[in-house]
T-cell receptor, first 116, second 115 residues
Framework: DADVTQTPRNRITKTGKRIMLECSQT?????MYWYRQDPGLGLRLIYYSFDVKDINKGEISDGYSVSRQAQAKFSLSLESAIPNQTALYFC???????????????FGPGTRLTVL | AQKITQTQPGMFVQEKEAVTLDCTYDTSDPSYGLFWYKQPSSGEMIFLIYQGSYDQQNATEGRYSLNFQKARKSANLVISASQLGDSAMYFCAMSPTRSARQLTFGSGTQLTVLP
């Protein structure tokens, strides 16, 4: 089984609809992240969470909200979807860095979201 | 603020040959990490290799090595003995060590391995 799972894998929705993307992980990591990828661009950070009570905005948080329901679960919501939120969305997880190891981020398979 | 630049939108390499994918970066942080990820056509992001800014030696992972030149602010990925399965988009990314560990990504290089 995959360490980081995302549901749904594909979603088509209409402008104005509320939609939730879910991420769960079995890696036991404290840190979780949401990114979006647009064609021809690298990934951009939407939100990140270093533990259940710690949630922070990333580079492009406007129009999005998140919920960290448990250490293993991190959800991304689009309250009122708009067409320019059409993108590939990735969840990632990482351990906390130590003097012996870095906090490499491991990604889920992605959710392809289309807003009509 | 951090910035990653990948100047090669597309690269071609013959199977079994080596290829270098370029990455330059800009940061004011004294301590940082550099990462390379592979994104096949199926879409997932696969971690390949990591280099810390204070690491004395260049990182290697199997056929992947990172040519780190700190003074030039470059972190090029070298893939030796290319295979057809190496055809993918490759992203360079960095994060500061001492603050929130947010990854900043470059725009990627599409590598095509020719038979």
């Amino acid at each position: 089984d995959a360490d980081v799972t995302q549901t749904p894998r594909n979603r088509i929705t209409k402008t104005g609809k509320r939609i939730m993307l879910e991420c769960s992980q079995t890696k036991g990591h404290d840190r979780m992240y949401w990114y979006r990828q647009d064609p021809g661009l690298g990934l951009r950070l939407i939100y990140y969470s270093f533990d259940v009570k710690d949630i922070n905005k990333g580079e492009i948080s406007d129009g999005y909200s998140v919920s960290r329901q448990a250490q293993a679960k991190f959800s991304l919501s689009l309250e009122s979807a708009i067409p320019n939120q059409t993108a590939l969305y990735f969840c990632a997880t990482s351990d906390s860095p130590t003097t012996l190891s870095t906090d490499t981020q491991y990604f889920g398979p992605g959710t392809r979201l289309t807003v009509l | 603020a951090q910035k990653i630049t990948q100047t090669q939108p597309g690269m071609f390499v013959q199977e079994k040959e080596a290829v270098t994918l370029d990455c330059t970066y800009d940061t004011s942080d004294p301590s940082y990490g550099l990462f390379w990820y592979k994104q096949p056509s199926s879409g997932e992001m696969i971690f390949l290799i990591y280099q810390g800014s204070y690491d004395q030696q260049n990182a290697t992972e199997g056929r992947y090595s990172l040519n780190f030149q700190k003074a030039r602010k470059s972190a090029n990925l070298v893939i030796s003995a290319s295979q057809l399965g190496d055809s993918a988009m490759y992203f360079c990314a960095m994060s500061p060590t001492r603050s929130a560990r947010q990854l900043t990504f470059g725009s990627g290089t599409q590598l095509t391995v020719l038979p």
